[in-house]
């Protein structure tokens, strides 16, 4: 017989956690740390996460010109990549960042006000896990750090 399944655990750092109680522990890390959050991947990768986006950009190859063309960015955060595809390619590039996080997802409103970019990156509070999306609906799909 298997586990109950009330009494699963999950790694969480350098310990276990009851699976319960995981979600809303990494929902507080990432409620503590949005603002700060791309300034921590800069310390944490030395600078190389920039690197890893352009080659992820690269990959995704959004066309140059006005074609339509939509990326999924799932756990995107504030936006990083996606606002990286959009710039990278032509008027009819789009991009949805689906992130569990509230506020990493705001601080990606934020700069995307900022940026003039509210209109053509959109952000949507999700679970990787469960897509609310329909199936075909993007012509990409990415995760950088999910």
């Not at 655990?9 to 949005?34: H, I, S, T, W, Y």
Request: aromatic letters at 8%; charged letters at 25%; glycine letters at 10%.
């Amino acid at each position: 017989m298997g586990k109950n399944p009330a009494n699963r655990e999950a790694d969480f750092g350098f310990r276990n956690v009851p699976l319960a109680d995981k979600q809303d522990l990494v929902d507080d890390v990432f409620r503590r740390v949005a603002r700060r959050y791309d300034l921590m991947n800069d310390v944490m990768s030395g600078g190389l996460h920039r690197a890893w986006k352009d080659a992820l950009v690269t990959a995704v190859n959004p066309p140059r010109q006005s074609k339509a063309f939509r990326l999924l960015d799932v756990a995107g955060g504030t936006g990083d990549v996606a606002f990286r595809v959009v710039a990278a390619g032509g008027a009819g590039t789009r991009a949805t960042v689906l992130d569990a996080s509230a506020d990493m997802l705001q601080v990606g409103r934020e700069r995307a006000q900022e940026r003039g970019l509210y209109d053509v990156v959109a952000f949507v509070e999700g679970n990787a896990e469960q897509l609310p999306f329909a199936d075909h609906s993007y012509d990409a799909v990415s995760i950088a750090f999910g």
